[in-house]
């Protein structure tokens, strides 16, 4: 199993930046998916999970109206749209899935 995290950067306060996980080794389409974040000296914490059929969404209060998750059954990706960024978003992003994590794509949001 595999996965694989990208699209993170530095954004200035109010931009926006998009997640993307690549997953192998299992049938990703079996599986809810999410993303979490581990900011500094604070613990991981989920940001959004999707289920495996795209029917249902859930998002931490901190990001709602702001994150969007998404996923491609068809390429086996999940993506986290990032809008309306603000410095407390400031993290590692992983993702998750059938009980495997990425290794993280760090976000720093600053000025």
């Known amino acids: 199993v595999q996965l694989v995290e990208s699209g993170g950067g530095l954004v200035q306060p109010g931009g926006s930046l998009r997640l993307s996980c690549t997953a192998s080794?299992?049938?990703?389409?079996?599986?809810?998916m999410s993303w979490s974040r581990q900011a500094p000296g604070k613990e991981r914490e989920l940001v959004a999970l999707i289920t495996s059929d795209s029917a249902s969404t859930k998002y931490a209060d901190s990001v709602k109206g702001r994150f969007t998750i998404s996923r491609n059954n068809a390429n086996n990706t999940v993506v986290l749209q990032m809008n309306s960024l603000k410095p407390e978003d400031t993290a590692v992003y992983y993702c998750?899935?059938?009980?495997?994590w990425g290794k993280g794509t760090l976000v720093t949001v600053s000025s």
């Open positions: 998750y899935g059938k009980n495997y």
């Open positions: 080794g299992f049938r990703f389409g079996y599986y809810d």
